[in-house]
Structures are given as structure tokens and as C-alpha cells.
């Protein structure tokens, strides 16, 4: 699911690559799919930057979401420091299977897969989130019909 670019990035699932009942919704409003992504995308960055290591702060600034558009429902989660990479795939020790044989220790409840950590916490329920989301436009849209 991630690319690197020697930038931390993640990929929020498309709402394309959901269940059918929830597909079809998407194909009729993809303007609702899209601002229902980008929600999901940015609350998922914000428990990303709780847990991303802090020194200086520039790391945690560096977190960005590239949103979705009707036309393309897709997110993009990124953190753009030179050593984003670096600090999100060193673990804590020991690390024995890290390259180098590297760790590195992180103040609580930062960590290591500060990025990872927060997609996959917020994954199992990611559909239910948007599917909801989107019938709860649809009937506030068909509310005063």
C-alpha cells in the first residue's frame, strides 16, 4: 500500500474498491464520495500527528493530505521531510531486522509506522464511514423533496 519516494507516503483506498451497494452511491454522487474521502483522509492524518516522533516539530508540519476529486477518489497521505522515510520505518529496540541493525527510541505515544499505525487503526471501519457519511447527505438532500 505505501510508495516511497524517500518521503513517508500512504495511499487511502479508494472508495472505488468498496462494496457494491456503496460503489453505485459513489457512480451517482461523486462529489459527496470525494468530500467524504478527503474527511476520512484528514482525521486519519490528524491521528497520524499524534503519533509522529517530535523534536523540532518539523516532521509532524510536513504531514499533507492530497485530496480526492469527484474525478479522481483518490487520497494521499504524505510526510515531506528528507528523513520522513527514515524515522517512520526504524524501530524501536532491538532491531534486529531493520537495515543496520538500527533503533530508535520514541517518547510516548509517539512512534515508529506513525503513518501506517494510523491507515490501519482507522481501516476496518473506513466504508461503514463513508457509507454513512454519504446516506446522511442523500437524506438531507431528499429531505425537503
Known amino acids: ?21 456503496l460503489a453505485k452511491l459513489v457512480k451517482q454522487f461523486p462529489q459527496w464520495a470525494a468530500q467524504a474521502l478527503n474527511e476520512e483522509a484528514e482525521e486519519t492524518m490528524s491521528d497520524s500527528k499524534m503519533l509522529v516522533p517530535y523534536k523540532h516539530g518539523r516532521l509532524r508540519r510536513s504531514g499533507r493530505v492530497r485530496h480526492a476529486t469527484p474525478q479522481h477518489l483518490m487520497a494521499w497521505l504524505t510526510y515531506s521531510t528528507d528523513y520522513a522515510l527514515a524515522v517512520h520505518e526504524i524501530p524501536a529496540p532491538p532491531a534486529k531486522s531493520s537495515p543496520g541493525n538500527r533503533s530508535a527510541t520514541h517518547k510516548s505515544p509517539t512512534q515508529w509506522k506513525y503513518l501506517e499505525t494510523a491507515v490501519n487503526s482507522r481501516a476496518s471501519m473506513f466504508s461503514k464511514r463513508i457509507a454513512s457519511e454519504m446516506k446522511r447527505k442523500l437524506a438531507a438532500s431528499t429531505a425537503g423533496v
Do not use: D, I, R, W
Request: hydrophobic share 30%; charged share 20%.
Open 1 to 21: 500500500m505505501a510508495k516511497y519516494f524517500g518521503k513517508e507516503t500512504k495511499q487511502v483506498t479508494t472508495v472505488n474498491t468498496v462494496s457494491p451497494g
